[in-house]
């Protein structure tokens, strides 16, 4: 399973972004589509996450600035960022839980917030 991901650049405070994160190769189901990010000098944190069935969840710090979104028959996730802020850089990481359980994670899209 190969995950791709893209859409980071730089952005202005109080810019959006969207970020995809496409799934390919032996994909028997997926369980689980998310989000994560690392900044510099700390450790790699849960941004956002859907469930195959719709259900998704946001870290607190981007409750009501970040949507995630799904399209099952792209395998493809999504990441609307909003009113992002300087403490929203970092590079994200798109991550898939198989409903075999086994995860993978993709190569990282660089996300910088700066005037």
């Known amino acids: 399973v190969q995950l791709q991901a893209s859409g980071g650049g730089l952005v202005q405070p109080g810019g959006s972004l969207r970020l995809s994160c496409a799934a390919s190769?032996?994909?028997?189901?997926?369980?689980?589509m998310g989000w994560y990010r690392q900044a510099p000098g700390k450790q790699r944190e849960l941004v956002a996450g859907i469930t195959s069935g719709g259900n998704t969840y946001y870290a607190d710090s981007v409750k009501g600035r970040f949507t995630i979104s799904s399209d099952n028959a792209k395998n493809t996730v999504y990441l609307q960022m909003n009113s992002l802020k300087p403490e929203d850089t970092a590079v994200y990481y798109c991550?898939?839980?198989?409903?075999?359980?086994?995860?993978?994670w993709g190569q990282g899209t660089l996300v910088t917030v700066s005037s």
């Open positions: 190769g032996s994909i028997s189901g997926i369980n689980v």
């Open positions: 991550r898939v839980v198989l409903r075999t359980d086994h995860n993978y």
